[in-house]
């Protein structure tokens, strides 16, 4: 069934006006660009499966995707090494712990559990085929930008701001690869990972890399198969399961989608079949998802009745 585009625009339109004020959260700080975003911008964003695009306030402002791209270099490790090996090596769970956690790693034997925490996600970006760490950058830039169906660019100055301050990721980087659960030169996958934190995208990108999912691997703009079908589902999964970090029981409990947020304050959520939804607001919660984000993508989903469950 297909949704009425008047009332998606309606509801787009709503979930802007009743959350874009919503008061609560504070930018990130702990990558220094991030804190200088101004918290008043909000953006929200919806494509359908079929490329129409609605959008509200800051739709095209460019910010940081973060931990977003780790949904993305997921998918390109997909296509190169397949969902088996994927499975084994990095995992489909939840750590029930922040992000970034290092007592997830040491409970698990090294294992991530999950490519959508940092440890997983640099174990993913060193599965990625390439034949030196340029090559590999450029494959995953070429990914988000398949994906998205236009050039991404890396901003230089929020690469700079996280390499200059990435000392955690990188000793999770050499946790991994004393564990044996690195595939490639430990620096070279932390500093790939942060250059593919450190692109700039809009919410409608975004939207239009989620539609792509919930189309089955088809971009919605282009029409171009950008993922083969049967690894979306796999996406989607591990979307479910850790999207949100420790909120992503709650969210799942009351959103019924596959989310993932960064911490610029993108966030994202798909519905397989139909449309995708973005929202940006710099402001997170203590968890590190975007305060308004949430509310105005919730808002959306409720709206629609696209609750998977
Ligand atoms: O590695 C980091 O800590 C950041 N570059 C990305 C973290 C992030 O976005 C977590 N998301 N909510």
Known sequence: MSLDHAK??????EAYDKFSQAAGGENASYIPYLASVPSSLVGVTVVTKDGTVFECGDSNYEFALESISKVFSLALALEDVGAEEVHNKIGADPTGLPFNSVMALELHGGKPLSPLVNAGAMATVSLIKASNPEDRWSRILGMQSQLAGRQIALSEEINRSEQTTNFHNRAIAWLLYSAGTMYSDPMAACDVYTRQCSTL?????????GATLAAG???????????KAE?????LAAMTMEGLYDSSGDWAYTVGLPGKSGVGGG??????????????SPPLDPIG???RGQLMVAFIAKELGLNLY
């Open 8 to 13: 998606i625009a309606a509801v787009v339109k």
């Open 231 to 235: 690894n979306v589902p796999h996406i």
């Open 217 to 227: 691997g088809i971009n919605p703009l282009n029409k171009q198969r950008i993922l």
């Open 201 to 209: 995208i809009s919410s409608k990108d975004l939207a239009v890399m």
């Open 289 to 291: 998802n975007s305060v």
């Open 267 to 280: 966030i994202l959520a798909v519905a397989p079949g139909q449309l995708a939804i973005a929202g940006f």
